[in-house]
């Protein structure tokens, strides 16, 4: 098959060959993560609305303590009440957000998108770019995302709790000091935070790693073999499982300050 020959000998930044809308990526990426972006900072620093009834939003998630002017915050916390020498902005979210969105930060596929959308490093593959030396990830600061692994064993256990919220998502008071089986809305909201969560933590490349990684063969460790088929699979489509879980774990949170801001009543199934 012939290939059309291709000289860059462009050095202007964005100058290119291409005549395909190749800008069209980083600029969906750029708005997308730009407004998860903004909205994550708002909710975070908001502190309130993020428990109704049995749900907890997930940016809450372990909510570690609970505040007194939040109402059931404090019985659904881990520890009780903030402790008073903790300054005000510091919410319930900012203790434990750094994990998931640390997470999501080093990511192999959101490393290389943002750096395209964000920074424009390059802005698209042939495309010029403005920068004059390369330094890589080998170098301070970019070799910090070499820490993607340890995000990746704090995000397992996150997973494991949101999937415990979604279990108590699924009982609600019944009026008489006790819990009653139901589902709400609420409930196959936070169950399919959990089934996206769950399907981009288990496709990530370093878990690909982990259980594929350290034998000579593969084939005769059954076991490793079928968990790493499992995780490739999910790999596959790893760009897919992170915009679908970005996007349906702020719609989580959403979801849940909308009920307890309005007094929607979220509908229960039985
Ligand atoms: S590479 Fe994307 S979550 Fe690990």
């Known amino acids: 098959m012939a290939h059309p020959e291709l000289t860059l000998t462009e050095h202007r930044p964005f100058q290119t060959q291409r005549q395909d809308t190749w800008w069209l990526q980083p600029v969906a990426v750029l708005t997308g993560l730009g407004l998860f972006i903004i909205?994550?900072?708002?909710?975070?620093?908001?502190?309130?609305?993020?428990?109704?009834?049995?749900?907890?939003?997930?940016?809450?998630?372990?909510?570690?303590?609970?505040?007194?002017?939040?109402a059931h915050s404090i019985e659904h916390s881990w520890f009780g009440e903030m402790p008073s020498w903790i300054p005000v902005f510091i919410t319930p979210a900012v203790l434990i957000l750094w994990a998931p969105l640390g997470f999501r930060f080093t990511c192999y596929y959101y490393r290389g998108a943002y750096y395209k959308a964000f920074w424009a490093d390059p802005p698209s593959c042939t495309v010029s770019e403005p920068r004059k030396g390369?330094?890589?990830?080998?170098?301070?600061?970019?070799?910090?995302?070499?820490?993607?692994?340890?995000?990746?064993?704090?995000?397992?256990?996150?997973?494991g709790i949101l999937a415990y919220d979604f279990w108590k998502a699924l009982w609600f008071d019944d009026g008489n000091g006790g819990k009653t089986f139901g589902i709400g809305i609420g409930s196959i909201i936070l169950g399919g935070n959990v089934i996206l969560l769950g399907g981009y933590t288990f496709g990530c490349h370093s878990l690909r790693h982990l259980v594929g990684g350290i034998v000579d063969l593969l084939s005769k460790a059954p076991v490793r073999r079928n968990i790493y088929n499992c995780v490739s699979c999910l790999n596959r489509k790893h760009m897919l499982w992170a915009w679908m879980s970005l996007t349906w774990v702020g719609l989580s949170d959403l979801y849940v300050r909308i009920v307890a801001t309005t007094g929607w009543q979220d509908y229960i199934t039985f």
């Open 134 to 159: 390369y330094r890589g990830e080998h170098s301070f600061p970019l070799i910090i995302q070499n820490i993607h692994r340890y995000f990746l064993y704090v995000a397992i256990v996150i997973v």
């Open 39 to 70: 909205y994550a900072t708002f909710r975070v620093f908001e502190g309130n609305h993020f428990i109704h009834g049995p749900y907890l939003s997930p940016f809450y998630s372990p909510l570690l303590f609970g505040l007194t002017d939040v």
